[in-house]
């Protein structure tokens, strides 16, 4: 019996699920303000491929610091919009 084996589409990744802000953030500023890291690791993560074009995923510990650090920015945002009176 052949098994198939379904290719993750966009939608089912990190990318694909920051589909609608990918264009509007600064993806190197959060990996160093919230990683401490290089902006091309982010860019690596989110596309799935290392620098030695290895494939590469965050980590459980890395997708909360991500989602921490997109709730606190946009914590940041509204606190911005709120003072615009």
Not at 7 to 30: C, P
Not at 32 to 57: A, Q
Not at 64 to 70: H, N, P, S
């Amino acid at each position: 019996m052949a098994v198939m084996t379904l290719k993750e589409t966009q939608q089912e990744t990190v990318k694909g699920r920051l589909a609608d802000i990918l264009m509007h953030v600064s993806w190197g500023d959060i990996s160093r303000e919230y990683f401490g890291k290089s902006g091309s690791w982010l860019y690596h993560k989110l596309n799935g491929i290392d620098g030695n074009k290895k494939p590469t995923e965050f980590t459980i510990e890395e997708r909360y610091q991500l989602k921490g650090a997109l709730y606190d920015l946009a914590d940041r945002i509204r606190r911005a919009a709120d003072n615009i009176d």
